[in-house]
């Protein structure tokens, strides 16, 4: 068939308009191919999951060394930031060097959609993957483990996540453009969260490290976000204001690293 | 805001732009380096709208770098470009809303379905062309709920034609549409292009195929080296590149050694036939037949004039040229 057809010639949306439609979509495309990509999805959330019924089946029962304080309390919600991370900093990282290096990216630069429609909506559906493996997480381990999150710590619960998934996703960005190929994403990704997650005690709640090394531990966002997501559950330790202040300023600084080194090719 | 231009009317594939058309893209005195390695040198063309341009020349000649400054992909060293009056350095989101960029390499989202990814694509746009339109075109009808990790290497080829064409561009690029392709990919691709054409689209192709630029062309540059070594109709490029024609004819028995063949027609006998090459059929013709009836040979038996090929062309400006 090669008729040409009148091009319907449509009113040009408003651009804020058309942005946040295009974002929209694009966030709903890439949910579509997330789950359609069944071994993908299930091993995004196999990992923190698996992670969770082993580990806190040996040592959620009993109590932190000199406190009253559950384990499990500590464990799930140390578990959803793992989530977080995994999702947010080391999924959408890899995916996105995976996509430049294949030249997906480079396929969407050749289109008249606007970087912050297409980058939203990519992180827009990095969100939701991170709130479903979040969610899992923390049914599990009420399920399993008996951990509810207490009523007036769903404040912290929900902005800690919300700030956590902002820092690791912009950070995720970066790590995008650290990774030379689509190969090298991964291993970068590991080596600089598995390191810190384990200092910050995040598999083990009764895990503790010198004091100089726990200060260093507490300037990298790992920490401050289990600690923001353990005060939803348990008030026991207070949320030192530091803690939302170090997860800001990574984000800041991950979103201007990410917009001044973002490449398309 | 742009008013986008109304599609002009479907041309017959032979019908030559009119060369008084605005032009789709001007290339002067283009030049590239990578590092300190140039690798275009003076670059100039034009391509006129609605029609077929190649970009024809061996692996590292430059056409991708050529085109994809044209795309806003590369950052120019020098000179001056213009597609549809814009210049692509300066990466203006209008221009792509009216270019379809097929590269020469380039991934899909492979859990995406064809029709999916089509339907995402026409979203970019303005003012998309039908989904059942763009299958067509490309002959994708029986995928279009196939995953694109399940395509063949052809189909995926065409899918990225569909892309390409998914906001009903005025000018479409096309880097290497065909590399690497079994011959029934490679009729199937040229079908969906020709389609293309006859669609209005002005297309700039790159190949280093004699056959496909011979085939879909109207006109042409030939790249050596980053440098344009001849650029032109497809018909006249062997002409211009000087490449003689070839006049043969059976050589009369009966010659008198007193009465040779006039010098400029450097005729060779070999096997009875002789063979001339000359600049300018005509001019040889008459030469030829003064002599022959000086010599009372009658007509010159088998006579025929072969005209040069964009082979010949190739032959001698490239492989020739690089010493081969
Ligand atoms: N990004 C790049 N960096 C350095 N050299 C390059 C780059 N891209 C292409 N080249 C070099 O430029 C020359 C022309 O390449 P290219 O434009 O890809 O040629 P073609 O598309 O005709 O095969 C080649 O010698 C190639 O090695
Ligand atoms: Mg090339």
């Given at each position: 068939m090669t008729a040409v057809l009148p091009g319907a010639t449509a009113p040009r949306r408003r651009p804020v308009t058309r942005v946040a439609r295009l974002a929209v979509r694009q966030g709903l495309a890439e949910q579509r191919t997330f789950w359609r990509s069944a071994e993908y999805a299930l091993f995004t959330f196999a990992l923190p999951v698996a992670l969770l019924l082993l580990i806190g089946s040996t040592t959620a029962g009993g109590f932190l060394p000199h406190t009253h304080v559950k384990?499990?309390?500590?464990?799930?919600?140390?578990?959803?930031?793992?989530?977080?991370?995994?999702?947010?900093?080391?999924?959408?990282?890899?995916?996105?060097?995976?996509?430049?290096?294949d030249g997906v990216l480079k396929r969407i630069r050749t289109t008249p959609i606007p970087a912050g429609a297409y980058l939203s909506g990519v992180l827009g559906s990095t969100a939701a993957t991170t709130a479903a493996i979040t969610a899992a997480?923390?049914?599990?381990?009420?399920?399993?483990?008996?951990?509810?999150?207490?009523?007036?710590?769903?404040?912290?619960?929900?902005?800690?996540?919300?700030?956590?998934?902002?820092?690791?996703?912009?950070?995720?960005?970066?790590?995008?453009?650290?990774?030379?190929?689509?190969?090298?994403?991964?291993?970068?990704?590991?080596?600089?969260?598995?390191?810190?997650?384990?200092?910050?005690?995040?598999?083990?709640?009764?895990?503790?490290?010198?004091?100089?090394?726990?200060?260093?531990?507490?300037?990298?966002?790992?920490?401050p976000l289990a600690q923001i997501l353990q005060q939803g559950y348990t008030p026991v330790q207070h949320v030192p204001l530091e803690d939302p202040v170090v997860l800001a300023a990574w984000t800041v600084a991950g979103v201007f690293l990410a917009v001044w080194r973002f490449r398309w090719t | 805001m742009t008013v986008l231009e109304t599609r002009p009317a479907p041309e017959t594939p032979e019908t030559p732009a009119t060369p008084s058309a605005p032009a789709a893209i001007e290339v002067r005195d283009l030049t590239m380096s990578y590092g300190d390695r140039s690798v275009l040198t003076g670059v100039t063309f034009e391509v006129r709208r609605g029609e077929v341009f190649c970009l024809l020349g061996p692996n590292g000649a430059g056409k991708t770098t050529t085109v994809e400054i044209l795309e806003g992909f590369r950052r120019r060293s020098g000179g001056t470009v213009r597609v549809l009056g814009m210049d692509p350095g300066a990466q203006p989101a209008v221009l792509r809303e009216r270019l379809g960029i097929v590269l020469q390499e380039c991934g899909f989202p492979r859990q995406a379905k064809v029709a999916e990814l089509i339907g995402m694509w026409r979203d970019y746009y303005p003012s998309p062309r039908p989904v059942d339109e763009l299958l067509s075109v490309v002959e994708l009808h029986s995928h279009r709920d196939v995953q694109v990790r399940k395509l063949s290497g052809g189909q995926r080829r065409r899918l990225d034609l569909a892309l390409a064409l998914a906001g009903d561009p005025d000018?479409?690029?096309?880097?290497?549409?065909?590399?690497?392709?079994?011959?029934?990919?490679?009729?199937?691709?040229?079908?969906?292009?020709?389609?293309?054409?006859?669609?209005?689209?002005?297309?700039?192709?790159?190949?280093?195929?004699?056959?496909?630029?011979?085939?879909?062309?109207?006109?042409?540059?030939?790249?050596?080296?980053?440098?344009?070594?001849?650029?032109?109709?497809?018909?006249?490029?062997?002409?211009?590149?000087?490449?003689?024609?070839?006049?043969?004819?059976?050589?009369?028995?009966?010659?008198?050694?007193?009465?040779?063949?006039?010098?400029?027609?450097?005729?060779?006998?070999?096997?009875?036939?002789?063979?001339?090459?000359?600049?300018?059929?005509?001019?040889?013709l008459r030469e030829l037949f003064t002599w022959a009836s000086a010599c009372r040979l009658g007509d010159l038996e088998d006579l025929s004039v072969t005209h040069p090929t964009l082979e010949d062309a190739y032959l001698q400006l490239v492989s020739g040229g690089a010493g081969q």
């Open positions: 384990a499990q309390m500590i464990f799930v919600p140390s578990m959803m930031a793992f989530g977080v991370v995994v999702a947010a900093y080391v999924n959408l990282g890899t995916k996105l060097a995976t996509l430049r290096h997480t923390g049914a599990l381990g009420w399920l399993a483990f008996g951990a509810v999150p207490r009523v007036a710590g769903i404040g912290e619960l929900a902005g800690g996540l919300a700030l956590g998934a902002a820092c690791f996703g912009s950070l995720g960005l970066v790590l995008s453009t650290l990774a030379r190929s689509a190969e090298s994403a991964s291993p970068i990704a590991n080596a600089s969260y598995l390191p810190l997650a384990i200092m910050s005690g995040i598999f083990d709640p009764a895990f503790s490290v010198p004091h100089w090394l726990s200060v260093i531990v507490g300037l990298f966002p790992v920490r | 000018l479409v690029f096309l880097d290497e549409p065909t590399t690497g392709f079994d011959p029934e990919s490679r009729r199937r691709c040229w079908a969906a292009i020709e389609n293309l054409r006859a669609l209005g689209k002005t297309i700039v192709l790159t190949t280093h195929y004699l056959d496909e630029a011979e085939r879909l062309a109207d006109r042409l540059a030939l790249l050596r080296d980053g440098e344009i070594r001849v650029c032109g109709p497809v018909r006249e490029v062997a002409r211009q590149a000087g490449v003689p024609t070839t006049i043969t004819f059976t050589y009369p028995q009966r010659i008198i050694p007193a009465l040779p063949a006039p010098g400029c027609l450097s005729l060779r006998v070999e096997d009875g036939v002789a063979t001339c090459r000359v600049k300018n059929a005509a001019t040889a």
